[in-house]
């Protein structure tokens, strides 16, 4: 290790403690990585990514030092939740510090339908926390018993609960986020309500975000639900129906075509061969109103347990959005994802999908929120809920991947291709938004360099970025 390193090794010692810093072994390697392996592509850029040094502040304090010390060092600091992230968000492309924040986790407070709590605080942890006080999350992603929610908002997009709530950017679920800079002497600022977004889903590049206050829902008992079919389109008007139904209080919605559901296997023994499945979770005072609609058209409720109160399995959403993809892989190591979104011309455009790459391309949907405010209660409107999808691809090679994802993209479907570290294109005004804060809160470049195309400092590889 080079001396300057070995210098701010003493240091983070000093602020964190020993057993905080670690700089060698398989824990180095684990906190280095997140879930990129489920890329082809990113696999063969990412797998000797690493960081020549792991730290665990638990402290607001401990954190602003840590940070002053890797800014005087001048070496690259990348944050980290949880490393569940699918793309390589949180690992080092150019060594230096990984900041982890899985002990900085208090949950300060649960006041008036909104939490604040500290980035690193697990979002099952901050469930548990809402629903003793009659609340719960209004979004969170599949992996919420481990991801944090400054992860969440540094790199989700959304997941369970969007179908009522809308994703992580939806309009007043973030009240306020909290960073420090990434300078000498840190500095903090707190953004509320709009001015947050532009800090949101920025793959860790500007700032450190400290505290984050966010909206809850009121709390609801739910139950898991799945209903089977072997009439792929029956069951799809059936789960759109269900979905768009306002009347209905949900918080998944999702649709597996057949083989998908036979590499669920902790549930299979519950699903029917050749048959293709839909998950709802719904407000358990509905549960019976819901299947005897399904039943009337033949269509069988295979599964229905009770989501605990406090969180604890079975979860159902173990099975939905990108843990649909990870059951998958275990069964079949070549399948990858896209995510995808269709218009009001779904149906359609699933055909002709799935039809044009039979056995290629296996359709898993999510249904979500498009606007919040109308979907349910007296002013619901079918057309507030859209249809998405994390279709499985088996990847061949990335020439064919390309194809699909073309194919795909001129019958109407919105693809975002996943498989890169970048953050993505986005508008002119946010891609100008996002620059301006990254300058603001990182004038020197050193957070998670590299990960944004349009800042083109970067110290570790020259000016050119
Ligand atoms: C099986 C599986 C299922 C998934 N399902 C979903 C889903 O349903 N919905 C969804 O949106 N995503 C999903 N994901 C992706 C991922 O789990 C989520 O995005 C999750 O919220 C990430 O949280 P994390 O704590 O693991 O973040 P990390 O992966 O550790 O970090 C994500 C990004 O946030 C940055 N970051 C982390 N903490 C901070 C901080 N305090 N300040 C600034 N930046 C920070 C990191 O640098 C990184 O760029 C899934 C992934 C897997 C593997």
Redesign the pocket.
Known sequence: MPSSLALLQADLVSIVGEANVISSGDTLDTLSK??YWYSPSLRAQLDEKRADLVVRPATTAQLRAVIAACFTANVAI?????????YG??MPLHGGVVID?SRYDRIHSVEGGVVRAD?GARLGAIETVARAAGWELRCY???WM???L???F??????IGGVRWGGIAAIDTVVSITILTIEAEPRTIRYEGHEAMIALRT??TTG??TEIEMRLAPKLDYDQLAFSSTDWAQLLDWTDAATRNGAWRKRVASQFQWPIPSYFKPIKKHLRDNEHVSFLIIDRAQTAEVIAAAEALGIACVYNRPLADPPKPPFLSDFT???TT?WAMKSEPAYTYVQAGFGADFRNQISRLTTEFPGEVLMHLEWGAIDPKRVVGPDSSPDAIGVGAIPLILYKNEARFIEIIAFARSIGISVSNTHNVHLPDSTPEITAARLALKHQVDPRGLQ?PGKMKAFTINPFIGAAG
């Open positions: 997140d879930y990348t944050p980290r939740g949880a490393g569940t992230g699918n968000q949180c924040l980035s992603p599949s992996t481990k991801a944090t400054g992860g969440f540094g790199g989700g997009a959304g997941g793959f860790g450190i975000m959005y990108n843990h990870l998670n």
